[in-house]
């Protein structure tokens, strides 16, 4: 299947927020947080991960399985000190099209799905667990937010705007390291030709490949 084209000319995803690390909630009227590293035995730290096979439910809608918007090997997951972010590429279809309309409407965000704690201290913290899937929802038990890859961030609402900063840290130092793979979709590919010298009079060129990323 094809995927959907952002403004931008690019192969268009949803990207987001999924679990902030550290902040508190409620959950049944129990305290909850998760810990940064919970979720370190499942997704490396510091890196982008594929979401095949780690995630296999991929990005849903709410939590329900049968409404998958992303498959898994379209995710991508990045598990920064900060919280878990992801990448999902949009397939060309309603459903990739209803989730693009979402993400950039402002209002929506993420949760992470099937959620298997491993451990938990007694004052709430997890310390331990893993995921299967990630839900685009209007409303997440954290404070999470989803926006479009072609978004431009003067158009998006400050918590937003300073979400999407702290994920474009998260993935320029995950970038910048030579070992780790990019997002699905991330970059794009292309040729530059520079003038380098002359010979018998005439001019001479190199050919570079250069990825050009958002």
């Given at each position: ?37 919970a ?35 379209n ?7 900060s ?14 099209r ?13 949760s ?17 667990c ?85």
């Open positions: 299947m094809t995927n959907l084209i952002g403004v931008d000319g690019r192969a268009l995803a949803v990207v987001g927020l999924a679990l902030p690390y550290g902040e508190w909630i409620s959950d049944s009227n129990l305290p909850e947080r998760v810990q940064s590293g979720l370190d035995s499942q997704f490396a730290r510091g890196v982008w991960c594929p979401g095949d096979p780690q995630l296999s439910n991929g990005v849903t809608w709410e939590h329900d399985d049968t409404f998958r918007i992303a498959e898994p090997q995710v991508s997951i990045l598990n920064a000190p919280g878990l972010y992801f990448h999902a590429l949009l397939p060309d279809n309603a459903r990739g209803h989730a693009a309309q979402c993400a950039g409407s402002g209002i929506f965000g993420a992470v799905g099937n959620f298997d704690i491993r451990n938990q201290d007694q004052d709430g913290t997890v310390t331990a893993r995921i299967r899937a990630i839900g685009l929802t209007d409303r997440p038990a954290y404070e999470t937010v989803i926006w479009r890859s072609d978004a431009a961030p003067e158009s998006m609402p400050t918590e937003a705007r300073d979400t999407m900063r702290r994920f474009q840290i998260a993935d320029m130092a995950a970038r910048s390291r030579t070992d780790a793979p990019e997002a699905k979709g991330t970059g794009k590919a292309v040729i530059h030709i520079f003038q380098d010298g002359a010979k018998n009079g005439k001019p001479t060129y190199r050919r570079e490949v250069r990825t050009v990323r958002p």
